[in-house]
């Protein structure tokens, strides 16, 4: 078996390939890993176990079909992590989330059909689905984005599933929550406030704090993740969520506690553009194929937050 991950070397993908090689995904023991990469600002190679007998590390853009006409040939399985990510960046400038999540996601398609890749898993968002007051999104829910970040990983949805039902290419999708963990940038909301704290410096929070998010563990979204490609079915979409809600003031004053630091660093700030007030999913369609998350929420804020204490070489440089 051959896989091929793109944005194995950012946040997610690189803890799902950390596990794949680690023999944590039955069935996967021996597969050989090809991690595809731009190594944009998000992305970097120590995240990964570089000389490991069965990964191979390939700079590439998947907006460039000779890199992928070069480096896909002969893989089995493609999980597609690549993409611009932080809907704050979105906000500043749309073009490169509009290029590298839709225009890129069509081209990785386009040669997964032509070099006869078996299988696509498209990892996607929740927040394709915009903002719900109360209850919870399933996946039949209509798609309002309300980011540029966000109105791309619906492009990105749309035209994945579009490629399975044109040309019955096996196209799975999934639509996780809010991922917290160790290797995420310190520029989310979870490693900022965190580095800031131990450093004794101020963290932003955006208006009253009352936006909610649902948070599971990177660790649970990737067994999630293999779950899908293992006993999923084409064409199908997958809700991955948690059902930990929390607002993002809870969470600002727990990482105060855990990190020993003055709640008087909690400094309210501008809100964010059109800042989604709350996400929730229906995740009862995963919880069927056997998913439940695994880490509990407080459990793994704190072993997050001694995980960023014991690696001060990944806190943004003072300035
Ligand atoms: P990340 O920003 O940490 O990593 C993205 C990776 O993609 C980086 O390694 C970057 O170098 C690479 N990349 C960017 N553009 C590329 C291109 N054109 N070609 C090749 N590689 C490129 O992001 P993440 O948080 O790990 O998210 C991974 C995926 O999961 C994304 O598709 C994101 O939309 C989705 N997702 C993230 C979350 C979350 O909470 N972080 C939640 C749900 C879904």
């Known amino acids: 078996m051959k896989v091929f991950v793109t944005g194995g070397a950012g946040f997610i993908g690189s803890q799902y390939v950390r596990a794949m090689l680690a023999g944590e995904y039955a069935g996967y023991e021996d597969a050989e890993v090809t991690v595809f990469d731009l190594l944009t600002y998000a992305g970097t190679t120590d995240n990964l176990p570089l000389g490991h007998a069965r990964l191979t590390f390939v700079r590439g853009d998947i907006r460039d079909a000779d890199a992928l006409a070069q480096a896909l ?50 990892v996607s968002t929740d927040e394709v689905y915009g903002s719900i007051e109360s209850g919870a999104w399933d996946e039949e829910w209509p798609l309002l984005p309300n980011s540029p970040y966000s109105a791309s990983k619906a ?37 900022l406030f965190i580095t800031n704290l131990l450093r004794g410096r101020p963290v932003p929070l955006y208006g009253d704090g009352r936006n909610v998010r649902e948070w599971l563990h990177v660790a649970d979204h990737c067994a999630a993740l293999q779950l ?17 809600e929390v607002a993002n003031a809870s969470i600002a004053r727990r990482l105060v506690d855990l990190c020993g630091a003055d709640p008087a660093l909690i400094h309210h700030v501008a809100d964010r553009k059109g800042h989604d007030l709350r996400y929730a999913l229906d995740f009862g369609k995963i919880t069927k194929l056997g998913f439940s998350p695994a880490i509990e929420f407080d459990q793994g804020l704190e072993s997050t937050v001694r995980w960023y204490r014991e690696h001060p070489e990944r806190w943004p440089d003072e300035s």
């Open 73 to 122: 040939p002969g893989h089995d399985v493609v999980v597609h992590f690549a993409a611009e990510s932080h809907v704050d960046r979105s906000l500043v400038g749309a073009a490169p989330f509009v290029s590298t999540n839709v225009l890129g996601t069509q081209l990785l398609l386009d040669a997964c059909l032509r070099h006869g890749v078996t299988t696509v898993l498209c």
């Open 155 to 191: 492009g990105s949805d749309l035209i994945a599933r579009a490629c399975w039902r044109t040309h019955g290419l096996d196209v799975r999708i999934t639509r996780c929550s809010n991922n917290y963990g160790p290797y995420q940038n310190t520029e989310k909301l979870i490693p």
């Open 228 to 244: 899908v490609l293992t006993d999923g079915a084409p064409g199908e979409i997958y809700n991955i969520g948690s059902g930990v």
